[in-house]
T-cell receptor
Framework: GAVVSQHPSWVICKSGTSVKIECRSL??????MFWYRQFPKQSLMLMAT?????????EQGVEKDKFLINHASLTLSTLTVTSAHPEDSSFYIC???????????????FGPGTRLTVL | GENVEQHPSTLSVQEGDSAVIKCTYS??????FPWYKQELGKRPQLIID?????GEKKDQRIAVTLNKTAKHFSLHITETQPEDSAVYFC?????????????FGKGITLSVRP
């Protein structure tokens, strides 16, 4: 159980275009999902917390108008990188908190990531 | 907020030897400490975790120990195999109200020499 998928696995786009990345929980309902960014040989940096049915909470320094997050259902959160530029090129990974016995735990399972390259 | 330090950045061991990776954290209120393994270009995989009410947890060749007083926790891998080679991240929970977030260390690259 606790499988998280992401789509697409990689995307190449031109500078100035927008890209949407989907994160799905396949076998459980995810009321809380997270979006991370990871640059080569670096750690995971939390971008935002996505709660179903409410606005996302962004970390300091992350532009909410540039990285649009929508969590419209219990199994889907989307991240849209608007007006992408080469410096936005990175590995974007989502994760979801899982429930055990009906209780939301601290445990996070990660999606496979999306490699974004902006030309 | 929470600050998680992970040292060293690289570790090389001979196949069959043990590997120990240590992390320290700053927030004494943190109560959940997972370890993730990430192979190149792939997702971080949860390999073991520990809560603050437990001092040690073991799962086959992998164990985690927690010292709340000193605010450090360690990953122990015994009988290392080449497939254990990967980047290992430790993390600690940071709570803001009802929300729970993970703060990650910088990661350590483990190389197991055959």
């Amino acid at each position: 159980g606790a499988v998280v998928s992401q789509h697409p696995s990689w995307v190449i786009c031109k500078s100035g275009t927008s890209v949407k990345i989907e994160c799905r929980s396949l076998d459980f309902q995810a009321t809380t999902m997270f979006w991370y960014r990871q640059f080569p040989k670096q750690s995971l940096m939390l971008m935002a917390t996505s709660n179903e049915g409410s606005k996302a909470t962004y970390e300091q320094g992350v532009e909410k108008d540039k990285f649009l997050i929508n969590h419209a259902s219990l199994t889907l959160s989307t991240l849209t990188v608007t007006s992408a530029h080469p410096e936005d090129s990175s590995f974007y990974i989502c994760s979801a908190r899982v429930r055990a016995g009906g209780i939301l735990t601290d445990t996070q399972y990660f999606g496979p990531g999306t490699r974004l390259t902006v030309l | 907020g929470e600050n998680v330090e992970q040292h060293p950045s690289t570790l090389s061991v001979q196949e069959g030897d043990s590997a120990v990776i240590k992390c320290t954290y700053s927030d004494s209120a943190s109560n959940y400490f997972p370890w993730y393994k990430q192979e190149l270009g792939k997702r971080p995989q949860l390999i073991i975790d520990i809560r603050s009410n437990v001092g040690e947890k073991k799962d086959q060749r992998i164990a985690v120990t927690l010292n709340k007083t000193a605010k450090h926790f360690s990953l122990h891998i015994t009988e290392t195999q080449p497939e254990d080679s990967a980047v290992y991240f430790c993390a600690a929970t940071w709570r803001t109200g009802a929300n729970s977030k993970l703060t990650f260390g910088k990661g350590i690259t483990l190389s197991v020499r055959p």
